[in-house]
């Protein structure tokens, strides 16, 4: 085949109905020069064509036809999806206005009356084609634009959980008392959020979205520990005060790390709002005398409020290469006792309400003697522990 027929444009196609031979002869001579043609005697013999594998481009339209007039057909080719954006111009020989308007409200596009002038058939014919096509390109963009923003939606998501889960796994290397709790706190936050999104005092903030960025923000809240010395951050037992106060430094330390990974990329990332809260403020205390700001009451961020209990159960339930862990029920006493004073009174009952909620996530993610021994023989060599989360 020569190469310059392969880029000749498509013919468009279109199709006649009328019940009339003559009529059918007449618009196939007057149109086959342009377009491709196809006929139909009949209203069924028209819809079975227009949703064959091979629909026309556009149709011209008969109205008086027995079995089914031509307003049944365009009235079925409108209520079907497949078929409703081809154009129909209706052709016929009932003039009256009252014809015409029936027609238009039935979705035609024009209305043409019989006898036919061709120059004025071939005119609207090419118009409505013409217009077809423009509706064609900008639908087939506007879909096109929905995928891509679906594809890129994906991506972000999916770059936004991989720099969390990074800069989390980074924390947790360094951590001796990780272990599961990253994951644990993470569906700790999740099971409070969820309790609490119909409370008016946090219903406006616990949308769905934000929830699932707590979720996903939640195991940055000791990302600050990277910076905090192995000689205090892997110390078994108690620490000193003068220990404490640098351990303390975590807070802010988490903050300026979140904080100077997007002065490097020159934007504020949104997605990091709750993470760079959660670092810095989940040691806060309801009666401001937490740290590392002495916060109090609203002050201190939702997203921190949930962590804090998240992390001091989590902290108390937990067992340690040093300690037992405490049971169940006396954690969840301590953190009652907390309420109004460490805790927000009103997280706390939605705490208490779902505690069996908390006991099965930690049954779920619980750390394994084998976690322990590692840690502990990792920790007796002076080394970071190994990557225990999944």
């Given at each position: 085949?020569?190469?310059?027929?392969?880029?000749?444009?498509?013919?468009?196609?279109?199709?006649?109905?009328?019940?009339?031979?003559?009529?059918?002869?007449?618009?196939?001579?007057?149109?086959?020069?342009?377009?491709?043609?196809?006929?139909?005697?009949?209203?069924?013999?028209?819809?079975?064509?227009?949703?064959?594998?091979?629909?026309?481009?556009?149709?011209?339209?008969?109205?008086?036809?027995?079995?089914?007039?031509g307003y049944e057909v365009c009235r079925q080719l409108k209520a079907n999806p497949a078929t409703r954006d081809i154009p129909v111009i209706f052709l016929t020989a009932k003039a009256e206005?009252?014809?015409?308007?029936?027609?238009?409200?039935?979705?035609?596009?024009?209305?043409?009356?019989?006898?036919?002038?061709?120059?004025?058939?071939?005119?609207?014919?090419?118009?409505?084609?013409?217009?077809?096509?423009?509706?064609?390109?900008?639908?087939d963009k506007n879909e096109f634009l929905e995928q891509e923003v679906t594809r890129r939606t994906r991506e972000v998501a999916a770059i936004q959980d991989v720099t969390i889960l990074t800069?989390?796994?980074?924390?947790?290397?360094?951590?001796?008392?990780?272990?599961?709790?990253?994951?644990?706190?993470?569906?700790?936050?999740?099971?409070?959020?969820?309790?609490?999104?119909?409370?008016?005092?946090?219903?406006?903030?616990?949308?769905?979205?934000?929830?699932?960025?707590?979720?996903?923000?939640?195991?940055?809240?000791?990302?600050?520990?990277?910076?905090?010395?192995?000689?205090?951050?892997?110390?078994?037992?108690?620490?000193?005060?003068?220990?404490?106060?640098?351990?303390?430094?975590?807070?802010?330390?988490?903050?300026?790390?979140?904080?100077?990974?997007?002065?490097?990329?020159?934007?504020?990332?949104?997605?990091?709002?709750?993470?760079?809260?959660?670092?810095?403020?989940?040691?806060?205390?309801?009666?401001?005398?937490?740290?590392?700001?002495?916060?109090?009451?609203?002050?201190?961020?939702?997203?921190?409020?949930?962590?804090?209990?998240?992390?001091?159960?989590?902290?108390?339930?937990?067992?340690?290469?040093?300690?037992?862990?405490?049971?169940?029920?006396?954690?969840?006493?301590?953190?009652?006792?907390?309420?109004?004073?460490?805790?927000?009174?009103?997280?706390?009952?939605?705490?208490?309400?779902?505690?069996?909620?908390?006991?099965?996530?930690?049954?779920?993610?619980?750390?394994?003697?084998?976690?322990?021994?590692?840690?502990?023989?990792?920790?007796?060599?002076?080394l970071p522990p190994p990557d225990s989360v999944s």
């Open positions: 085949m020569d190469d310059h027929l392969v880029n000749l444009p498509k013919k468009s196609t279109v199709l006649v109905v009328d019940d009339t031979p003559d009529n059918l002869m007449l618009m196939h001579s007057l149109l086959k020069m342009d377009y491709k043609v196809k006929v139909a005697n009949g209203g069924e013999k028209a819809l079975k064509i227009v949703n064959s594998d091979a629909p026309p481009d556009l149709i011209l339209l008969d109205i008086m036809m027995p079995e089914m007039d206005i009252e014809d015409e308007r029936r027609g238009l409200e039935l979705g035609a596009v024009d209305y043409i009356t019989k006898p036919i002038s061709p120059p004025i058939v071939l005119a609207r014919v090419k118009t409505q084609l013409s217009l077809k096509a423009s509706a064609d390109f900008l639908r800069m989390a796994s980074l924390a947790e290397t360094r951590d001796s008392d990780t272990g599961n709790h990253i994951r644990r706190t993470q569906y700790y936050i999740l099971a409070i959020a969820k309790k609490l999104q119909l409370h008016p005092r946090f219903s406006a903030f616990l949308t769905n979205a934000t929830i699932n960025m707590l979720f996903k923000s939640a195991p940055l809240h000791d990302i600050g520990k990277v910076g905090i010395p192995d000689r205090i951050l892997l110390k078994p037992g108690k620490f000193e005060p003068y220990e404490f106060e640098i351990m303390k430094r975590h807070t802010t330390l988490g903050r300026d790390a979140i904080e100077h990974a997007e002065q490097s990329l020159g934007v504020q990332v949104e997605f990091l709002k709750f993470a760079k809260e959660i670092a810095l403020s989940h040691q806060e205390k309801w009666d401001g005398s937490g740290y590392p700001e002495g916060l109090a009451g609203d002050d201190i961020p939702i997203s921190a409020r949930f962590m804090a209990i998240a992390d001091v159960y989590d902290a108390l339930i937990s067992r340690r290469v040093y300690k037992e862990g405490m049971p169940h029920e006396k954690a969840v006493a301590i953190i009652a006792e907390g309420r109004g004073t460490h805790f927000d009174p009103d997280v706390v009952d939605a705490f208490l309400s779902i505690k069996e909620d908390f006991r099965a996530i930690a049954q779920r993610y619980a750390d394994s003697d084998q976690d322990l021994k590692k840690k502990a023989e990792f920790q007796q060599a002076g």
